[in-house]
């Protein structure tokens, strides 16, 4: 595996200006953000996933790339624990989130509001667009309803929905457009003010143009928490991830940055096959 | 290419056949109701008038009016309802959003389908054992309606469960992702979008409920009780039973008194399932998703 502390990428490719350049100073301290050691899932009997060894750090976009059935949700799961409402699935290994064992934790509901999950699929939620978004904070306890207004806001306009929305907000969430709905779940996703933000193929119902919005809207995000995406489309991980691992058949087969990757600079053939394009 | 050839014509003979075979059956089906209200209407609706819903049965209950049934009915059918509802309602909850998928989940719920298919008549030697005789309610509105409501339960059970799961899978986990608990979900979107389907379904038992003699008869329903129930400890009249009695029991009663009974017994249910459809309506107009 390569080591992230001395691989250099020369091109970050950071649209932001207000980010620093070099990778060292935008991960923050160097901090892991996740820890996961020998990470394993079976459900009933069948393992998805064995062997999972890797590090995200704080305020990288960390993206998984892999074909269908690689594990790669099944992963994303065990990070939020979202695991306890899927029957038969068991979960063995360690996972440290913020150098705590997510395992030990006695409120899970803690864990689950500080990391944000986006799906493939929108999910808008039957409440309306206000309230979608209002959720998050109302179900911590913010009741107060300036704040609610000034979150509601804030998120919408992050995920850049705020101007096309802001005249209806009262109206159904879910009878958005697929890409509306899209970023609505993200700014669902970021009014829980979360640290982790986990996007699983967040792009399959959403267009090219609002998919392009969205993906700047993450670099902008990569300031202030840590990203983990998983797509299916190499070339999104290519022009967002700083590192990326490669998931195959239920292994990680390999973690690198991003760039050198992209440049064939791997150390399983397999990896190199998966993102030319002549498997998967 | 589009020409008719004999196959196609002989299909198109075939499938006009079934079609008019299919809607008769159809229509045949519907008969049955439509002659049951005219009959009722042609024969009973002379004698229906404001003072016959609303004076006491009069002269060996041969004349007057039948408001001790109609008012013990009412009364019979809310307290039954009043009890299965929120019972029926939080077991739904239960099984629904709480119980894991395992063994002892599935006896429940097969007893419960079990439960829907236990005849009125046994319901009804239940309830004498253990509300009239065990619980000590003596034959009692309360004894009745509670025989009532174990009799509603299991399909409020399983109106309510199939819509709280007609709510999509995925608007759980969206909020449990956001670390909402099961309640918090449940409470906040799962309900909310369940409870015109769930009333629905409440409105319908109303309309079984109703028409429910079996269970009643020994349990709390009296032959005749010149007076209004003073308590849900004493015996009322009801109206499926006044029915029984004037139609079998009762000698040199009038022909337009059985029928006018049943017409104001099936004009409830028929209230009871307009509702119910009008619901309905109104819930596919309010579709969230």
């Given at each position: 595996m390569v080591n992230p502390d001395t691989a250099t990428k020369?091109?970050?490719?950071?649209?932001?200006?207000?980010?620093?350049?070099s990778m060292e100073d935008r991960r923050g301290m160097n901090t892991r953000k996740l820890e996961v050691r020998d990470l394993s899932v079976h459900y009933s009997g069948n393992t998805v996933l064995s062997e999972v060894t890797l590090d995200v750090w704080e305020n990288e976009i960390f993206g998984i790339i892999g074909p269908a059935n690689a594990g790669k949700t099944s992963f994303l799961k065990c990070i939020n624990r979202m695991n306890t409402f899927t029957d038969n699935m068991e979960v063995g290994g360690q996972i440290l989130f913020s150098g705590m064992d997510i395992h030990q934790l006695k409120n899970v509901y803690a864990l689950r509001s500080r990391i944000g999950v986006v799906f493939p699929l929108p999910v808008g939620l039957p409440l309306t667009i206000y309230e979608n978004v209002a959720l998050a904070p109302r179900l911590k306890g913010i009741s107060d309803k300036t704040e609610l207004n000034i979150i509601v806001e804030r998120c919408l306009t992050r995920a850049a929905l705020w101007d096309e929305v802001k005249d209806r907000l009262?109206?159904?969430?879910?009878?958005?457009?697929g890409g509306q709905q899209q970023r609505l779940t993200i700014a669902r996703a970021l009014s829980q003010d979360p640290d982790l933000l986990m996007l699983d193929e967040f792009s399959i119902a959403v267009d090219p143009v609002t998919t392009m919005r969205i993906e700047e809207v993450l670099k902008e995000l990569r300031s202030e928490m840590t990203i983990i995406l998983v797509t299916n489309l190499v070339q999104q991980a290519r022009r967002l991830a700083d590192r990326t691992a490669f998931f195959l058949d239920g292994k990680c087969v390999e973690v690198g940055e991003t760039e050198a990757l992209f440049e064939g600079n791997v150390e399983d053939p397999r990896t190199r096959d998966y993102i030319e394009g002549k498997f998967g | 290419m589009f020409e008719e050839t004999e196959l196609i014509a002989r299909n198109k003979r075939i499938q006009g056949l079934y079609r008019t075979l299919l809607m008769m059956v159809t229509i045949l089906l519907v008969l049955p109701v439509l002659v049951i209200l005219a009959t009722l209407v042609y024969k009973g609706g002379s004698i229906i008038s404001m003072e016959f819903l609303f004076t006491d049965p009069v002269d060996g209950m041969t004349a007057g009016g039948i408001f001790p049934a109609l008012f013990g009915t009412v009364w019979l059918v809310t307290l039954a309802l009043l009890i299965s509802v929120p019972l029926g309602v939080a077991a739904a909850i239960y099984l629904s959003e709480y119980a894991a998928n395992n063994w002892f989940t599935r006896l429940i719920n097969l007893a419960i389908i079990n439960l829907a298919g236990v005849p009125s008549i046994v319901h009804a030697l239940f309830g004498v054992g253990a509300f009239v005789i065990f619980f000590k309610f003596g034959t009692s509105i309360l004894a009745a309606s509670m025989t009532l409501a174990i009799m509603t339960l299991p399909v409020v059970i399983v109106a309510t469960k199939e819509s709280l799961q007609s709510v999509p899978y995925a608007f759980r986990e969206a909020c449990w992702n956001m670390g909402a608990t099961r309640w918090q979900t449940v409470r906040r979107i799962v309900l909310p979008n369940a409870v015109s389907g769930i009333l629905t379904g409440v409105i319908l038992e109303v309309s079984r409920t109703t028409g429910e003699t079996a269970p009643i008869m020994f349990t709390?329903?009296?032959?005749?009780?010149?007076f209004l129930p003073e308590s849900i400890f004493d015996q009322t009249m009801a109206l499926s039973l006044h029915l029984f009695v004037v139609a079998t029991q009762v000698p040199g009663v009038p022909d337009a008194l059985p029928y006018g009974v049943a017409l104001v017994l099936i004009s409830m249910v028929l209230l009871m399932n307009s509702l119910s459809i009008a619901f309905r309506i109104y819930l596919r107009n309010q579709k969230k998703w």
């Open positions: 020369p091109n970050a490719g950071n649209s932001n200006p207000a980010a620093p350049d009262n109206s159904l969430g879910s009878l958005l457009s | 709390g329903a009296a032959f005749f009780l010149p």
